[in-house]
Nanobody, 124 residues
Framework: QVQLVESGGGLVQTGGSQRLSCAASGRALSRNAVGWFRQAPGKEREAVAFIGWKSGITYYADSVKGRFTVSRDNAKDTVYLQMTSLKPEDTAVYYC?????????????????WGQGTQVTVSS
């Protein structure tokens, strides 16, 4: 059974930076694409970033493009989400997910495995 564990969340001030990590058991991340999602209270879960497992291709939501960077370290079987220039509207629970599709990277159905989430709070 694949287990994903996010870490690195916490409280940060507006304009600050934070790096989230997603680690997996069983070298699952080296065989799957990984997506980052977030969900704010009262809102739907939204896709934030994606990194492919073979090509390493990346995609970003328009709301985070230029501020967030997703990367992976296959040797450590870990995926990172580096967040900069954080805004209060970035406050949410952030989830990593792993999967092989099919479908669009921004769809939750693309992913078979999910982490439990980590809270990111950006204070104004």
């Amino acid at each position: 059974q694949v287990q994903l564990v996010e870490s690195g969340g916490g409280l940060v001030q507006t304009g600050g930076s934070q790096r989230l990590s997603c680690a997996a058991s069983g070298r699952a991340l080296s065989r799957n694409a990984v997506g980052w999602f977030r969900q704010a209270p009262g809102k739907e879960r939204e896709a934030v970033a994606f990194i492919g497992w073979k090509s390493g291709i990346t995609y970003y939501a328009d709301s985070v493009k230029g501020r967030f960077t997703v990367s992976r370290d296959n040797a450590k079987d870990t995926v990172y989400l580096q967040m900069t220039s954080l805004k209060p509207e970035d406050t949410a629970v952030y989830y990593c997910a792993a999967g092989q599709g099919p479908g669009p990277w921004s769809s939750t159905t693309y992913y078979a495995y999910w982490g439990q989430g980590t809270q990111v709070t950006v204070s104004s």
